[in-house]
Nanobody, 126 residues
Framework: QVQLVESGGGLVQAGDSLRLSCAAS????????MGWFRQAPGKEREFVSR????????YYADSVKGRFTISRDNAKNTVYLQMDSLKPEDTAVYYC???????????????????WGQGTQVTVSS
């Protein structure tokens, strides 16, 4: 079992930055990939970013590429999402997720992730 707890959300203005954190419980944190997703009101949950267990490989949605940076500290069982140059369209509930089982689904598929946090609200005003 993996428990995930996000933090760091808030209300900011366009152009500001925020850093989200996701703390994971349990062992073997460095053995599995982690992802960030977001869901805006009335919209489906969408992929934001993913990082491999070692932290060497990362992926980003086109909408956040160049503005968001995912990282992890395996000694602290924590994954981060640094969000810069925030836009009003980034407003959403942000979820971290753990991909603990190797399967053939694509990394941007929410169904690939086995454990989810409760989410943290990010609101960007114009």
């Amino acid at each position: 079992q993996v428990q995930l707890v996000e933090s760091g959300g808030g209300l900011v203005q366009a152009g500001d930055s925020l850093r989200l954190s996701c703390a994971a419980s349990g062992r073997y944190f460095s053995s599995y990939a982690m992802g960030w997703f977001r869901q805006a009101p009335g919209k489906e949950r969408e992929f934001v970013s993913r990082i491999s267990g070692t932290g060497r490989t990362t992926y980003y949605a086109d909408s956040v590429k160049g503005r968001f940076t995912i990282s992890r500290d395996n000694a602290k069982n924590t994954v981060y999402l640094q969000m810069d140059s925030l836009k009003p369209e980034d407003t959403a509930v942000y979820y971290c997720a753990a991909d603990t089982i190797i399967d053939g689904r694509t990394y941007s598929n929410a169904g690939k992730y086995d454990y989810w946090g409760q989410g943290t609200q990010v609101t960007v005003s114009s």
